[in-house]
């Protein structure tokens, strides 16, 4: 067991700081990101829970949501994914920086079918400049729930302001 003082108990501080909100508006900040974004609107989204550095969310699914043979769409999957890791990066820039997807990467594990998505985002590493996320997208059918997409989501912390 490492010391309180040794490699691993720095590891650990240095783990918690590092999810450790820099703005004290951040809940206020992440909730927005959700209530105002004209995309994730009409596709549903809502923000179910909320940490430093992690974003629950989810969306209930309809004929809207779906491609061509009923399987929910991977743009759907895509953008609940995208958007949650978005929120839990916000949660934990400073104040007057705004988060941008710099890049992602979607592994479609099977096709996507249920009553509801549910996304679990978390910050894996954040610095300065960028966060890199992972976003766990599930099909929710009753009880069931099956893994249907894995997601690594890069966020740019940029300087800034949001619109209004």
């Not at 918690?16 to 990101?33: F, G, H, K, N, Y």
Request: proline letters at 4%; aromatic letters at 6%; glycine letters at 10%.
């Amino acid at each position: 067991m490492p010391s309180e003082h040794g490699a691993g108990a720095a590891f650990a501080r240095a783990e918690a700081s590092a999810l450790t909100p820099r703005d004290p508006d951040w809940r206020a900040r992440v909730e927005r990101i959700f209530a105002t974004a004209p995309f994730v609107k009409l596709l549903g989204i809502e923000m179910v829970s909320l940490e430093p550095g992690e974003v629950v969310a989810q969306t209930g699914l309809g004929e809207r949501h779906c491609q061509h043979d009923g399987f929910v769409h991977a743009g759907v999957q895509a953008t609940l994914a995208d958007h949650s890791a978005g929120g839990a990066a916000a949660s934990l820039v400073p104040a007057g920086f705004l988060v941008l997807t710099a890049e992602f990467k979607i592994s479609l594990l099977r096709p996507a079918k249920g009553e509801r998505l549910l996304c679990r985002a978390r910050v894996v590493k954040t610095g300065r400049m960028l966060s890199f996320c992972q976003s766990e997208v599930f099909a929710l059918a009753g009880e069931r729930e099956s893994h249907v997409a894995s997601v690594s989501v890069t966020i740019a912390h940029v300087t800034g302001k949001a619109k209004g």
